[in-house]
């Protein structure tokens, strides 16, 4: 108390102005550890909270999700002879492609590849023909119970004549793992 | 007695130093201003009421009824009668008796140099009177409103010797010494030279201090009326204040300081507890995330068979989900085309976990086609995005748009 009792009127400015810094400074801090705390805090909570309301919600749906897990035990395919399977898979998917006037082109079989949850074993074409005709093969190519993917398609509008489409194609079977 | 927090306190001359009055509680004795200084709590507002000897008091008849063309009149007269320079002076004046176009008036001066001797033990420990009197006045106080009183009391080894005229201090003197002998041998002269000055000295009563008992004999022989004692003084009525306008500066200035100190503390203490307050939001909010977290993580296990089907299903969502074929994906980009046909897709790639259709046409196009696609339902399992058009010439664009399962 003396020390500023003998201060003088400059000394006493420039402490009070150095207190107001120090003070604003600190406030300044607090506030935004308040703030930026509070924030993340109350985000966690909505977030938990969202999650309980989700886990609450899934209750209602358990029968749900039983069926479906049920079905996919059923209806999902297993792999057997890959060899023979491959086979298969390219008359099928050749006998689809005549179907719907697509022409096939360079088949390239692949290998069964396990993947978690499924093993996949496709095949490649270059494919031709028109917008129906690809679209109504790929239409059939696909169904639930058909555990087909396409993992590949790259399709081009021929320039010369657009009612023609020029596609790659990458065709898989999805099969239960073992 | 406090107000607002603040002590009243009275401090004046006894028969040999000081004696000290705190909130009316008895008075206690204290041989100089140093120690009766200590004796006052921290928070006390001190009267200091001056001794006689320290006062310069002279009575003056005055042509005017105007106080503030009194007060320009006593300057005058002060600056010619008074031993010091005027500025070097603290002095105030009573109105004794006003008549119809002159006024009589008794000044007090006491010299700054002398207060400054007087009050440095006050002052070296920061403290400052809030008012400074005189005894005198204090005594007249105490002095019923009518007729003419002559009182005596000790101060500082001398006598003080007032008449009080109608409860108003008409005159004071000091006289050297304690003792009857000395009081005696120097009452008749000095009043004889009160009266020649227009004092009353008629009086009705004689009233002396407990401490100037002694005297009570011989004043009742000389002046063959009863002598009262003094009762316990008051403050003084009359509105004399001594205390020089620097003191009064620097009480003015503690006294803000003071209010600065107290206001800060009132805001430090709301600050403190606002931030206490928010740090106790913070950590019920943290206990309340930690308590829906257990609620949650005791939840989980109930339906990790749940969770775990549904990530099956998720992962197999490309064969089994009629939404991610591409058939259907195809279908959607189709609808969206604009009647008017003035954009097309040039080409069309699609995965598992992506697909991108490019196309050409007119900004509008482009703007209508990602308008339609954003709002399709069929297409809300996956999320689109849209890069940046690139331009072709005759106002047409090239445009990607790229959709990635949710």
């Known amino acids: ?178 | 007695m406090k107000q607002n927090g603040v002590t009243p306190a009275l401090l004046g001359p006894d028969a040999h130093g000081w004696r000290v009055s705190v909130g009316g509680a008895a008075e206690q004795s204290a041989p100089t201003l140093g120690e009766a200084i200590a004796a006052l709590p921290a928070n006390a507002d001190v009267e200091l009421a001056l001794p006689c000897q320290s006062v310069l008091i002279e009575r003056h008849k005055l042509p005017s009824t105007d106080r503030t063309e009194l007060a320009d009149m006593l300057q005058l007269q002060l600056e010619k009668t008074l031993p010091y320079p005027l500025e070097d002076v603290s002095h105030g004046f009573e109105i004794l008796s006003q008549g119809e176009n002159e006024s009589t008036v008794i000044t007090f001066a006491a010299s700054r140099a002398q207060l400054d001797t007087l009050c440095a033990p006050m002052r070296e420990k920061g403290r400052v009177p809030v008012r400074i009197t005189l005894q005198a006045l204090r005594v007249a106080a105490s002095c019923p409103d009518t007729g003419t009183i002559l009182a005596l009391w000790p101060e500082q080894g001398q006598t003080a010797c007032a008449i009080v005229s109608d409860g108003k201090l008409a005159w004071a003197q000091p006289i050297p010494g304690l003792g009857p002998d000395a009081v005696l041998g120097e009452l008749p002269g000095l009043l004889l030279s009160a009266e020649l000055q227009g004092v009353p000295a008629d009086f009705s009563e004689i009233r002396i201090s407990e401490e100037a008992g002694d005297l009570a004999d011989g004043l009742v022989q000389h002046f063959g009326i009863p002598v009262e004692k003094l009762g316990a003084l008051p403050r003084a009525k009359a509105a004399l204040d001594l205390l020089p306008p620097a003191w009064q500066a620097e009480l003015r200035s503690r006294a803000r300081g003071d209010t600065l100190r107290q206001n800060l503390l009132v805001a430090g203490v709301i600050w403190l507890v606002l931030i206490a307050g928010a740090f106790g939001y913070l950590a019920w909010l943290k206990n309340r995330v930690q308590s829906v977290e257990r609620e949650h993580n005791a939840m989980k296990p109930r339906y990790a068979g749940i969770e775990k089907q549904m990530a099956r299903w998720e992962s197999l969502a490309p064969v089994i989900e009629p939404k991610r074929y591409i058939t259907e994906v195809l279908h959607r980009l189709i609808s969206a085309i604009p009647e008017d046909k003035s954009m097309f897709f040039t080409s069309f790639s699609f995965g598992p976990r992506e697909w991108v259709a490019k196309g050409e046409g007119t900004t509008d196009a482009r703007f209508a086609l990602v308008t339609k696609l954003k709002a399709d339902k069929e297409l809300d399992g996956f999320e689109l995005y849209t890069p940046p058009e690139q331009p072709l010439k005759d106002d047409k664009v090239t445009f990607t748009v790229t959709g990635k399962p949710k």
């Open chain 1, 1 to 178: 108390m003396n020390l500023v009792a003998n201060m003088n009127k400059r000394e006493k400015t420039l402490l009070s102005i150095t207190a107001i810094v120090i003070v604003v400074l600190l406030n300044f801090f607090l506030i935004k550890f308040f703030l930026s705390n509070r924030a993340v805090l109350t985000q966690k909570l909505a977030m938990t909270q969202v999650k309980i309301d989700t886990l609450k919600k899934r209750e209602t749906e358990r029968n749900l999700w039983a069926k479906r897990d049920a079905l996919l035990d059923e209806k999902m395919p297993v792999l057997g002879d890959s060899d023979v399977a491959s086979k298969e898979m390219r008359e099928a998917i050749l006998e689809i492609a005549k179907k719907h006037t697509v022409t096939l082109e360079a088949p390239a079989p692949g290998t069964p590849v396990n993947l978690p949850g499924h093993i996949a074993l496709g095949v490649k074409f270059d494919a031709k023909g028109t917008w129906d005709g690809v679209f109504n093969f790929l239409l059939e190519l696909q169904g639930p119970e058909k555990f087909t993917a396409i993992e590949g398609c790259e399709i081009k509008v021929n320039r010369e004549d657009k009612t023609q489409l020029r596609a790659t194609l990458t065709i898989v079977r999805w099969y239960a793992p073992k």
